[in-house]
């Protein structure tokens, strides 16, 4: 009896496929905290937004009089789960005829697409929720290209808004990349960016070029995305500890199954996610 797909490829195949194309290739997500909503028993998960800072200021308080009462107001935004997957087919014909690496070049192909448009819907929320600041050009020349100055302007708004420093990250469209590469001070007079030329790994031990990482920049990561959203001179500073949530209903799941009849093993991939903006001063956009 000759060999089916199911026989040669199994689903740890199937998942490695999805986590080597997002790590590498799609990097939105970055931007948002992981909550994991699998235990829930609804489809959506509340989260607060606060409206602004306390009313109220710190007064000296007189003896026997009553300290001043400061208030703050929140509302709400709800991430609402849904479903994203697909279906593989692979016929015994292919297995019998030897042509499983282009079969898991196609799978390639269709997960590729599944995760950019996954990906799209993160950077849709990342753009769409932006600090009031920006966007920064900080040459006012809006030449499609990012500067050191654009990137400077955007940390020191960072730190005007108390954002935490140590955790901001730079994400940008792979079509900026030389952008980068062609500036003075990427991956030059930091230690970070001394680390990465010297070393090759980040601080916490990821390999440089693994997740889609290309350097450092005024000791701020610089991660690309190949979602094919972003335009020529865009880019968003985040703080993703404060930005917002990628709410998990159900982790991507990989299943199999056969289909006698049609004489062919079949692999579904799906999960159910959201992402919803809670702070958006803690993204700062840049389009120079």
Do not use: C
Not at 64 to 85: F, Q
């Amino acid at each position: 009896m000759a060999q089916t797909a199911s026989e040669i490829i199994d689903d740890d195949d199937v998942r490695a496929i999805v986590d080597k194309i997002r790590n590498k290739k799609y990097q939105n997500r970055r931007a948002f905290r992981q909550y994991d909503a699998t235990n829930n028993d609804s489809n959506s998960v509340t989260f607060p937004v606060s409206d602004g800072d306390f009313d109220g200021d710190v007064a000296e308080v007189p003896p026997g009089s009553e300290y001043p009462r400061s208030t703050k107001s929140y509302s709400k935004v709800s991430a609402v789960h849904t479903k994203y997957g697909l279906e593989i087919a692979i016929p015994d014909e292919d297995v019998e005829d030897s042509v499983i690496p282009i079969t898991m070049d196609q799978e390639e192909d269709l997960i590729r697409a599944e995760e950019t448009r996954v990906d799209g819907i993160a950077y849709g929320v990342l753009s769409g929720n932006t600090n009031s600041a920006g966007p920064i050009d900080a040459n006012s020349n809006s030449n499609g290209v990012i500067e050191y100055a654009d990137v400077v302007a955007a940390r020191q708004r960072a730190f005007l808004d108390e954002l935490d420093l140590g955790e901001l990250m730079l994400i940008s469209g792979g079509m900026n990349m030389q952008d980068f590469l062609n500036m003075d001070e990427f991956t030059q007079a930091s230690e970070l960016g001394d680390q990465v030329i010297q070393q090759g790994i980040l601080p916490g031990g990821n390999m440089v070029g693994q997740q889609a990482f290309l350097g450092t920049v005024s000791d701020i990561p610089v991660y690309l995305s190949n979602t094919g959203d972003y335009s020529d001179g865009e880019a968003y500073l985040v703080d993703p500890t404060n930005f917002g949530w990628e709410s998990t209903r159900r982790a991507v799941d990989v299943t199999q199954y056969r289909e006698e009849k049609q004489e062919q093993d079949v692999w579904q991939i799906d999960q159910r996610v959201d992402f919803v903006a809670t702070q958006a001063t803690a993204n700062i956009g840049i389009q120079s």
